[in-house]
């Protein structure tokens, strides 16, 4: 069992940046990566970004690459996303969630196995 636990969220506006904290607890060794994905009102979840557990490599979606950098401290067992230069199409509830074992592609919702609450981003214009 793994728990995750976001944090970070808030109201920013256009332009502005952000930090979301996913602190991870319990068999954490069970999954290699974890994944960033938000779900705006009316809209399917979708992949943000994820991140190798033990390797750091990293893997972003096209609408957040250049804005968006995803780190992690393995001593704190957290996961971090940075995310600059904010537009209100990032509005969503940010969720992190860990891979599930021997899952390959990180961009599938479906291979994540234990999920945060999530955590709200709004940005205004």
């Known amino acids: 069992q793994v728990q995750l636990v976001e944090s970070g969220g808030g109201l920013v506006q256009a332009g502005g940046s952000l930090r979301l904290s996913c602190a991870a607890s319990?068999?954490?060794?069970?999954?290699?990566?974890v994944g960033w994905f938000r779900q705006a009102p009316g809209k399917e979840r979708e992949f943000v970004a994820a991140?190798?557990?033990?390797?750091?490599?990293?893997n972003y979606a096209d609408s957040v690459k250049g804005r968006a950098t995803i780190s992690r401290d393995n001593v704190k067992n957290t996961v971090y996303l940075q995310m600059n230069s904010l537009e209100p199409e990032d509005t969503a509830i940010y969720y992190c969630?860990?891979?599930?074992?021997?899952?390959?592609?990180?961009?599938?919702?479906?291979?994540?196995?234990?999920w945060g609450q999530g955590t709200q981003v709004t940005v205004s214009s």
């Open positions: 319990g068999r954490t060794s069970g999954s290699r990566a």
């Open positions: 991140i190798n557990w033990s390797a750091g490599s990293t």
């Open positions: 969630a860990a891979l599930r074992p021997f899952a390959q592609d990180m961009r599938v919702a479906g291979n994540y196995v234990y």
